[in-house]
């Protein structure tokens, strides 16, 4: 199974994009999936992840209240809906899937399968 990360792009501050991680299998046959990103020069960090087996999804603190979580199990895709995006934001996103665990987790050795990645700038 192939994860494919995509919708970065440029925005202005305040503004929104959505990214989707489209699987040519079954990406939601996975429990647990979930969105990383990376800044030059810094970790990569958890920013978002889901539990298909009960829904529940999960948020760094710096982007809850403006990121969205979902998945689409017709179409094998999660999205993350990013509003009001601060140049904070920048950074290449992942999203990662293949967990051994049950449960959300930010601790990105617990993935064993990673998209490519997808560049969001967000700049004036």
């Known amino acids: 199974v192939q994860l494919q990360a995509s919708g970065g792009g440029l925005v202005q501050p305040g503004g929104s994009l959505r990214l989707s991680c489209a699987a040519s299998?079954?990406?939601?046959?996975?429990?647990?999936i979930s969105w990383f990103r990376q800044a030059p020069g810094k970790e990569r960090e958890g920013v978002s992840c889901?539990?298909?087996?009960?829904?529940?999804?999960h948020y760094t603190p710096s982007v809850k209240g403006r990121f969205t979580i979902s998945g689409d199990k017709s179409k094998n895709t999660v999205y993350l809906q990013m509003n009001s995006l601060k140049p904070e934001d920048t950074a290449v996103y992942y999203c990662?899937?293949?967990?051994?665990?049950?449960?959300?987790?930010?601790?990105?050795?617990?993935?064993?399968?990673w998209g490519q990645g997808t560049q969001v700038t967000v700049s004036s």
């Open positions: 990662a899937a293949d967990s051994p665990y049950d449960f959300c987790t930010f601790y990105t050795g617990a993935y064993r399968n």
């Open positions: 299998g079954s990406t939601l046959g996975y429990d647990i």
């Open positions: 889901l539990s298909s087996s009960d829904g529940e999804a």
